[in-house]
C-alpha cells in the first residue's frame, strides 16, 4: 500500500511523492497525528527511509514505531521544481509549510502534542498547499495490529527502548525526554480505554491528561542543546 501510495498522481499526473520540496505527516491507527516532517530530496525518498529501514534518527532511536503508522499525508511544493527557482526561497517556504502543518497536527491532536523530537523552527505561518492522505494498512492489518492489546504492548515496548536510548546516548535532548513523556501519555489513554472497555464504563476522556503542564509548550523549542545530565 506504501507503493500505491507512491505512485497516486494529481490531477496534473503528477506522482504527489515526486516533489523534490515537501512536507509529511504520519498518522496512527485512530487517525492522530503523530509526526510531522519535512524534505528537499524528494518525499519518497524521505517517507521510505522512514517506513523501510532505520536510516532516520525518528525511527533509530525509537521516537517514531513504524508499526504505529496507519496513514501518510503529503504537501509537494511544486513551484520549486521549476527551473530557476530560488533555492533560498524554497527553503523558507518549507520551514513555513512545516511550522503550519505542524501547528495543524498540535490543533488536530488530541493530547495536543506529536513526537516530534525537534520541534520545526518558528516560521511564518502560511495556507497550506494542496495535500493527499493515503492509507498504508488494509483492513486485515489494522484488525490484527490495531487490536489495543497489540498497541498496548508494543507502545509499551517503544517506550522500554526509548527509554533505552535515553540511557545510552552521552548526550540526551531535551526533545527525546519530552517525546519519552508523550509517548507514556499515549500509552496511559490506551490503557485507560481498554480498561474502560472491559468494564463497561465510558472512555476517558484525553483532558484527563494535561500534557501542558508535564511538558510545557510544544509551539518552539526553549534550548537547542542537550541536556546536561
Same mark, same amino acid.
Given at each position: ?11 496534473? %499526473?503528477? &506522482?504527489?511523492?515526486?516533489?523534490k520540496?515537501?512536507?509529511?505527516? /504520519? ?38 514505531? $513504524? /508499526? ?6 503529503l ?8 527551473? %530557476?527557482? =530560488? ?6 517556504? @518549507?520551514?513555513?509549510?512545516?511550522y ?9 491532536? &488530541? /493530547?495536543?502534542?506529536?513526537?516530534? *523530537?525537534?520541534?520545526?523552527? $518558528? ?7 494542496? =495535500?493527499?492522505? /493515503?492509507?498504508l ?17 508494543? &507502545? ?14 552521552? *548526550? $540526551? ?16 489513554y490506551?490503557a485507560?480505554?481498554? @480498561?474502560?472497555y ?8 484525553? =483532558? ?7 511538558? %510545557? ?13
Amino acid at each position: 500500500m506504501l507503493d500505491a501510495a507512491l505512485a497516486e498522481t494529481d490531477d496534473q %499526473g503528477r &506522482r504527489w511523492a515526486d516533489a523534490k520540496w515537501g512536507c509529511y505527516a /504520519f498518522y496512527d491507527y485512530d487517525g492522530e497525528p503523530i509526526y510531522v516532517g519535512q524534505t528537499n530530496e524528494q518525499l519518497r525518498t524521505r517517507v521510505r527511509r522512514h517506513l523501510t529501514n532505520q536510516r532516520t534518527d525518528a525511527v533509530a532511536m525509537r521516537i517514531l514505531d $513504524v /508499526f504505529e503508522v496507519a496513514e501518510l499525508e503529503l504537501w509537494p511544493l511544486w513551484q520549486f521544481q521549476e527551473p %530557476g527557482a =530560488s533555492a533560498v526561497e524554497a527553503a523558507a517556504t @518549507l520551514n513555513s509549510v512545516e511550522y503550519s502543518a505542524y501547528l495543524k497536527a498540535i490543533s488536530a491532536s &488530541r /493530547f495536543k502534542a506529536i513526537l516530534n *523530537e525537534k520541534i520545526p523552527p $518558528v516560521s511564518v505561518i502560511v495556507p497550506l498547499p494542496p =495535500s493527499r492522505r /493515503f492509507a498504508l494498512v488494509d483492513d486485515a492489518t489494522r484488525a490484527e495490529r490495531g487490536h489495543p492489546d497489540v498497541r498496548i504492548a508494543r &507502545r509499551a515496548d517503544t517506550i522500554s527502548r526509548l527509554a533505552a536510548v535515553a540511557h545510552e546516548r552521552g *548526550e $540526551v535532548s531535551d526533545g527525546l525526554r519530552r517525546v519519552l513523556v508523550i509517548q507514556a501519555a499515549r500509552l496511559t489513554y490506551l490503557a485507560a480505554q481498554r @480498561l474502560s472497555y472491559t468494564e463497561g464504563r465510558p472512555a476517558p476522556t484525553a =483532558s484527563a491528561i494535561d500534557l501542558s503542564s508535564l511538558v %510545557g509548550s510544544v509551539l518552539e523549542e526553549t534550548t537547542d542543546s542537550p541536556s546536561e545530565d
